[in-house]
């Protein structure tokens, strides 16, 4: 028989949400009526603007005709796409032949660990989502796991805590390939300022390093002088490159739809052009987005479409606000959740699977334990903004009487 990948035996065990659903049906079994909530998991919960359902539909309906079908794509995306991306999210920042449409974030996030192999070493916050660090794994680009330091080999953890404002120690942190960086950050909450995302670039610069930007969540930002692309920073790009996605914003974690902008001033150590070479791997393994959705994606970029898309927005941040005041007002001290969907408690001195436990047992709503994304994350739970505003209400009400007897 075939050997098995000898990286994938190096994952760590229980990915986090597999190991979340088993303790809620473990639940479900003791008691079979609970009535459970889930401020857990990172997934939509609003349905996505009908105009954009739409747009997909006459999409779809067009593919039976003989005007209206369409094969394979550029592999890169909808020119029309790609403009409208650079507009309304850029402010034409950014050429639309930067930007390369794709079926995810994360599925880019797995098509980067194509792109450097597995010799590159990285740098990730901790805690941060478990996709950098498992992707990097499956390359085989991590080393080895030691159990006793609890971590991997030839990856730099960039411990992300209230003692530094959730910012990295770049004064402290070794020169590595890459570094992974995620603003708003899932699962922090956290948003890095101007003047700290630039002191990542400059110190990115100055290590010959690329920064990955996860912007999935740029869009949930509110205050207006955060930036919400690195590339609002200047020399950004030459040593950054950034993964989006429809998922969060539109709703589309189901419709599946996001874009990696690979700038064309970005060069590896070569002179040679990552754009290039991302242009090849995207062709190579995958084989562009779904034409149908993407029609869906310029809907949501036009007005119609956007001014829904910010609805949804501010319906979920006034989730997020309802659940951090209410954490605060019983004594929780909370970071995030004012330009980001997740809140993220402390709870000082105890173990955040402990904390996790406690609270599905004794309120049958459903967190995620921060140990999950990072031995940072041990004595927190993070708490989800999506979810539907009664069932919000009702988990409030619940960690309320739990909390306050
Ligand atoms: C949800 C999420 C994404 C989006 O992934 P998709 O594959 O586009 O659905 C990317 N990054 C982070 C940090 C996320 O939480």
């Not at 229980?14 to 997934?43: C, H, M, Q, T, V």
């Not at 349905?47 to 999409?59: G, Q, S, Y």
């Amino acid at each position: 028989m075939a050997t098995r990948n000898k990286n994938i035996a190096k994952l760590q065990a229980g990915y986090l949400f597999p190991e979340i659903n088993r303790r809620k049906n473990a639940l479900l079994e003791k008691e079979p009526n609970a009535n459970i909530i889930s401020l857990g998991i990172g997934d939509t919960t609003e349905p996505i603007p009908e105009f954009v359902a739409k747009a997909i539909a006459d999409a779809a309906i067009g593919m039976a005709t003989l005007d209206g079908y369409s094969g394979y794509g550029s592999g890169l995306g909808m020119t029309e796409l790609r403009e409208k991306i650079t507009e309304r999210l850029y402010n034409g920042r950014i050429g639309a032949d930067e930007v390369c449409v794709s079926d995810g974030a994360k599925c880019d996030c797995g098509r980067l660990q194509v792109l450097f192999g597995a010799d590159a070493t990285i740098a990730v916050q901790d805690p941060a989502y478990p996709v950098y660090v498992d992707g990097s794994v499956i390359i085989g680009a991590t080393g080895e796991y030691s159990a006793e330091n609890k971590n991997f080999k030839n990856i730099a953890y960039m411990p992300c805590k209230p003692e530094n404002n959730f910012f990295p120690d770049l004064a402290n942190t070794p020169k590595t390939d890459l570094i992974y960086f995620c603003s708003p950050n899932n699962p922090t909450g956290a948003t890095a300022s101007k003047e700290q995302l630039e002191e990542l670039v400059a110190f990115a610069k100055k290590n010959k390093s690329i920064i990955i930007f996860d912007s999935a969540y740029a869009t949930f930002i509110q205050d207006p002088n955060t930036p919400k692309s690195i590339f609002e920073i200047e020399g950004a790009k030459e040593v950054a490159m950034e993964v989006s996605s429809f998922s969060k914003p539109a709703g589309f974690t189901g419709v599946r739809l996001g874009w990696t902008v690979v700038p064309k001033e970005l060069k590896f150590e070569d002179g040679s052009s990552v754009l290039t070479d991302w242009k090849r791997i995207m062709s190579t393994v995958f084989n562009g987005a779904s034409n149908i959705i993407q029609k869906g994606g310029i809907a949501c970029l036009e007005d119609e479409g956007w001014s829904v898309v910010e609805e949804r927005i501010s319906f979920y941040m006034e989730n997020a606000r309802l659940i951090r005041e209410a954490l605060q007002e019983l004594g929780i001290t909370v970071y995030g959740g004012d330009n980001a969907p997740y809140i993220w408690a402390h709870f000082p001195g105890k173990n955040s699977w402990d904390v996790f436990e406690d609270i599905l047992e004794s309120c049958h709503v459903v967190s995620t334990p921060g140990a999950g994304f990072g031995a940072t994350g041990n004595e927190f739970v993070r708490f989800s903004a999506f979810g539907h505003r009664d069932n919000v209400l009702e988990a409030i009400e619940r960690l309320k009487k739990k909390l306050q007897e």
